[in-house]
């Protein structure tokens, strides 16, 4: 049962198969099921739409549990971002544990040895997603190659627009000649040139990750 000093409790979210709150009777349900219900014994009822909740209880965080993205919390506000986010990997056919592990390495919020721990936490926005896919889709990528792409390499939604991927581009085509089928070729075997930003020219500088030497 509840107590009067239970103020701010906290949902919890396991991508996996569980919906679950303190003082509430839980339920399993699967990654897939669109709509479950969660009964509390304060009488609140929490309706349940794959991975996103709604309540008339004022939640200040919500906490995501998975096997795939370790303890994520976030506010209420935050969380709605996040699942907004989620939206534009849905052409891709990613299940909801993998779009959280994809928004999560590319964000800083699971540990990515590519990002050397420089990686800021960042919580994904919809049109920052968005744009990075579409710049993808530009460079003649079907959303066959950015599921491929993405699941290979899901921290290029983390990269800069402008400042690595548009600049990493340029350079492959005036550089190295290559465009068009090659330049897709490339980026389905190595999507990580996307995100290079230093090149060592042999004396290295340990971001071994995003240098231009292993290419």
Request: glycine share 6%.
């Amino acid at each position: 049962m509840l107590g009067k000093s239970f103020a701010t409790p906290v949902l919890t979210f396991n991508s996996a198969s569980c919906f679950s709150s303190p003082g509430c009777e839980s339920i399993s349900t699967t990654a897939n099921t669109l709509v479950g219900y969660v009964n509390c014994s304060s009488s609140i009822t929490f309706n349940v739409t794959r991975g996103s909740w709604t309540s008339n209880y004022p939640f200040k965080k919500w906490t995501l549990h998975s096997t795939a993205t370790d303890n994520i919390v976030l506010t209420e506000e935050e969380k709605k971002t996040w699942n907004d986010s989620r939206q534009a990997l849905s052409a891709l056919k990613f299940s909801p544990e993998e779009e959280d592990k994809i928004l999560g390495k590319a964000f800083g919020h699971i540990h990515s040895p590519y990002w050397y721990e420089e990686r800021k936490k960042e919580v994904p926005r919809l049109e920052v997603v968005n744009e990075i896919l579409d710049y993808l889709r530009s460079l003649s990528l079907t959303d066959d190659d950015l599921t491929k792409l993405v699941k290979k390499f899901p921290e290029v939604l983390g990269c800069s627009l402008e400042d690595e991927m548009k600049t990493n581009v340029e350079i492959l085509e005036k550089q190295w000649g290559i465009e068009g089928k090659t330049l897709r070729n490339l980026l389905l075997r190595n999507p990580k040139v996307l995100g290079y930003n230093v090149d060592c020219k042999g004396d290295c500088v340990a971001k071994c990750t995003r240098c231009w030497a292993r290419f």
